[in-house]
């Protein structure tokens, strides 16, 4: 099939960008024509979220899949309106990584009562009612804030007295927020000595982990270590830590979630201490899915995606190839 450039169309709703796209051959529903997805992006907040609309954008030209695409630049009520344009427009399939968690039973109603299936990337929703999404595709965020909390534990097991952590939490409400703040929670529980003097959103950006680090450095006398629950707030975090004098990685340790370019070289240079990965890759599994789903196959609940952690060896060892 010839490629089409990608075209832009308005979407009528402040700030929210529809693209679409078609590609190659292969994803073609019923009637012979290409599957149509709906894909509801959270934003455009981190270098994990580029990486992720990337995968998502080049894995469907591979797949022949055609893709309208939204931004709903962090806000529920942008994808809520880009899934009913989507469910309107009659496409086969609808994609989403919800920005928030709760809040998604009546509009998973319409894309069911319209017999669109809809699969979550991602992050989860809280909806009991689990047949309102075919599956769920994307981290173990609880299992993510479990390791920077074993890093934790490991780093400062023999270290005396208090040791005063400082938490950049991820979008108020959203299920990797929520889950990397519980499971490091979890973990560190288990020693008094570890306490959270300060936790407070940085919305997974970067301008706001500085601006939020900021803040905690003016009021807390003594910070021991920075869990930044992405790399973009750990990023910013470190550019307030130099202006206020101090030596990130030295210091403030710092332990964040990710693996993106940025952070591996930081870690590489010695200014972050350890990052777990989150894939932001799903795009050929996504598109797989999607594949099926069309095609009224059976898939499992819950997909996972395979992931590691970083120590400076292998962050420069990872270098080389990282591709976002
Ligand atoms: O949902 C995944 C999270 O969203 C990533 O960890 C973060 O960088 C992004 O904004």
Redesign the pocket.
């Known amino acids: 099939m010839a490629r089409k450039p990608w075209t832009a169309i308005v979407a009528g709703v402040a700030g929210l960008l529809v693209l679409t796209a078609c590609g190659g051959g292969g994803g073609t529903g019923e009637g012979g024509g290409a599957i149509t997805l709906g894909f509801a992006q ?2 455009a ?5 580029t990486a ?1 609309t990337k995968s998502i954008q080049e894995s469907a030209k591979a797949a022949g899949i055609e893709l309208k695409f939204s931004d709903a630049q962090q806000k529920q009520e942008n994808q809520i309106t880009a899934i009913r344009s989507y469910i309107q427009q009659k496409v086969k399939v609808i994609a989403f ?1 919800p920005v928030v968690e709760s809040g998604w039973d009546t509009v998973l109603k319409e894309a069911k009562t319209a017999n669109i299936p809809v699969i979550l990337t ?2 989860a929703v809280d909806s009991p009612d689990k047949t309102l999404y075919k599956t769920f595709l ?2 173990d ?1 609880v299992a993510e804030g479990k390791k920077a909390g074993q890093w934790l534990t490991k780093e400062f097991g023999s270290a005396p007295g208090d040791v005063n952590i400082v938490e950049l939490q ?2 108020t409400g ?3 927020a929520n889950d990397r703040k519980k499971g490091f929670a979890d973990v560190i529980s288990a020693e008094p000595k570890f306490k959270v003097v300060a936790s407070q959103t940085g919305e ?1 950006t970067r301008a706001k982990g500085k601006e939020v680090m900021e803040a905690f450095l003016k009021s807390q006398p003594k910070i021991d270590v920075l869990y930044a ?4 707030m750990a990023l910013g975090a470190i550019e307030a830590i130099e202006a206020a004098g101090k030596v990130p990685g030295k210091d403030i340790k710092i332990v964040s ?2 693996g ?1 370019r940025d952070a591996l070289q930081a870690l590489a240079d010695g200014k972050i201490n350890h990052v777990v990965e ?1 894939n ?1 890759l799903l795009g050929p599994q996504l598109m797989d899915l999607v594949k099926k789903v069309a095609a009224g196959e059976q898939v499992p609940p819950r997909i996972e995606t395979a992931e590691t952690e970083f120590d400076q060896a292998a962050a420069k060892a990872a270098l080389p190839q990282r591709q976002y």
Do not use: I, K, M, Q
Not at 45 to 49: C, D, I, P, V, Y
């Open positions: 959270v934003g907040e981190s270098g994990w979220r992720n990584s991602d992050r994307g981290s965020f991820g979008t959203s299920a990797p997974f629950h992405n790399d973009d979630v990710d993106v989150c932001p």
